[in-house]
């Protein structure tokens, strides 16, 4: 087993100040700190307190993990968490990005933990996931009996919404991506070049990071392409806002000169001049099934059973070339 001597040793610290970081005491330097609790997380240390403490009460709390509070796409996903926790006697502790992460999950100081949180290294979570500490994840795929990935169905959304543009005739394509390091990016990604590449169709793709004013950049690089472009698929709807007001500064129109399309259905997409279609789902009965089955694994020994949280093409203004009816 793991002892705070090897933790020193290894971090090239004396035992004492290896002790006043794990313990968060002392006057200790912020590289220091790292360095101590780099290497704890390596050789997976667990203080034997507290691994006493765990084998006799629960904490009766879950750990939310989310990159940031911000935005109508978190707080959907939360009041979801919400609704099922209400129902319980169990406690909520949501983390932003913040070293909280690494104490909360190194230290077990939640019964189990819900993440989307791409900061998070895979590693750490297999490493920490066990029968006795479930982890939810909504960002990720990994095999694990005590790890659940939840996640949406981006394929049939992106698929619905590329065959939206073809059908249309439009054949000049364009993809905003989001961060390099997502994986739902890398979903739509991937079915939205496939399905081009099974039509015989090129992409222009232009690098976004999941931010309006990425989206607005990314507008920068391609609008002047040529020749023009006729759609644009943004892997969500900030990035599309910013793609539509890069296009409104230079006289453009959509859907008569660009279709624009985005994925999330934020609230103010259906409020917009014009209307952004979009691809949606659920965000908030996504947060409630992560939810209920963290805690039936918790309460009854449940087997996770991973899905995927359905989403559909919302048609409105901002793709429509032809005439057909667009849904609020």
Known sequence: MTTIRDIAQKAGVSITTASYVLNNTGNISEATRQRVLQVAEELNYHPNAFARHLKRVKTLTIGVFISRFGGAFYEEILEGIHDVILATDYELIVSPETRSPRRLLHY????????????????????????RFPIVVLDRLLQNDFILPLLLDNAQGVHEAFHHFYTQGLRRMAYVAGSPDSFDNAERARTFLHEAEQHGLHVLVAQGHFTEISGYEAAQSILDSSPPLEAVFCANDQMALGFLRAMKERGLQAPSDIAVVGFDDIPIARYMQPSLSTVGASRREWGATATRQLLDFLENDTPFQPRRIPTHFILRESSIIHSQPSVL
Request: net charge positive; glycine share 4%; no cysteine.
């Open 108 to 131: 077990r100081q939640v019964d189990g933990a819900i993440v989307f949180d791409s900061k998070i290294p895979d590693t750490s979570i297999i490493k920490l996931a066990s029968r």
